[in-house]
């Protein structure tokens, strides 16, 4: 148990790191543009713009904790 | 042009992590003596192996767009983690990554652990080799394992990673110290930069996205990502640099 937990963690980090929010935030922003595909636009600019805003986002939650 | 970039990524992304395994390799190798630390090299190396060689082909039979939603996420949420790391680095809020730093530390813990010899290897030595160049490694099959499937081209991912990891050692036995010249901060910068580029392309495609103009939008699309970077890392280094309130 310990070893899944461990291995489960290590991916965590791996991937996620340690801003879980930008990640949830990049799923989100994935889901939309599919979402806007499925209404029928080819929503080509929303991840690019939505990427720069979750970034942005996640370097202000970073610079507030460091400041 | 997409094999172009898709090398260079894979290229740059290995050589970084391949310079980050070779100084804990020269920590243990030093300390700890040779054999321990090779034999944790080479162990390492074929555990890395046999996972590209199982994910690798096992990944090419699930169906392209399918793949490139799930790499591509995974790539953008990974991207976007070296990414933000490169700008905090270069904005100043973080302290750039130091390999002579690093070195001396690993040397120093690696001289004060205690020696326990099984079958002729020194434990402590082939662990920390064996560990650094697995975990590091893990970066890099993940990289070439994800931007080879998506592109349809794991042996040009692999290629690159093998001429980075031939060039890092031919390097390193040279020199026979932390490769510290290397511009680190710079080359994670550009690998975080292309991973986000990649990770939005292939994920929009994936959620049924049409690029303009189809492959050229590559470019348009990593001038973008290097634009709201090169931003970001001015605007958070004049908020640092900025005096606090009173």
Do not use: C
């Amino acid at each position: 148990m310990k070893h899944v937990a461990a291995f489960g963690r290590f991916w965590w980090n791996f991937i996620v790191g340690d801003d879980w929010r930008a990640a949830a935030g990049i799923l989100a922003s994935i889901g939309v543009t599919a979402a806007l595909v499925a209404l029928g636009w080819n929503a080509w600019w929303f991840l690019p713009a939505a990427t720069a805003v979750v970034l942005w986002l996640s370097l202000l939650r970073a610079t507030r904790q460091r400041a | 042009m997409k094999d172009g970039f898709l090398f260079a990524s894979a290229f740059l992304a290995s050589a970084v992590e391949m310079v980050e395994a070779l100084t804990i390799v020269l920590a243990a190798g030093v300390t700890r003596g040779w054999r321990s630390a090779l034999l944790g090299l080479g162990a390492a190396v074929v555990a890395l192996t046999a996972i590209v060689a199982v994910l690798g082909p096992a990944l090419t039979m699930i169906p392209i767009s399918a793949l490139r939603l799930v790499v591509g996420a995974l790539l953008l949420a990974f991207g976007m983690q070296w990414l933000r790391k490169a700008i905090l680095r270069a904005s100043g809020f973080v302290g750039m990554h130091d390999e002579d730093a690093i070195y001396a530390r690993e040397l120093e813990e690696a001289r004060a652990a205690g020696h326990e010899e099984r079958a002729g290897i020194d434990w402590y030595g082939f662990t920390l080799s064996f560990k650094g160049v697995l975990l590091e490694g893990l970066e890099v099959a993940f990289i070439v394992i994800t931007f080879g499937s998506a592109q349809g081209n794991i042996a040009l991912a692999a290629l690159a990673a093998g001429v980075a990891l031939v060039l890092v050692t031919i390097v390193g036995v040279l020199v026979r110290a932390p490769l510290a010249r290397v511009p680190e901060n710079t080359l994670k910068f550009a690998v975080g930069v292309m991973l986000t580029t990649f990770g939005i392309f292939w994920s929009a495609e994936g959620a049924g996205v049409h690029w303009p103009g189809g492959d050229a939008a590559l470019p348009g699309a990593l001038a973008f990502v290097i634009l709201v970077s090169l931003a970001a890392v001015a605007a958070f280094r004049r908020r640092r640099l900025a005096p606090s309130p009173a």
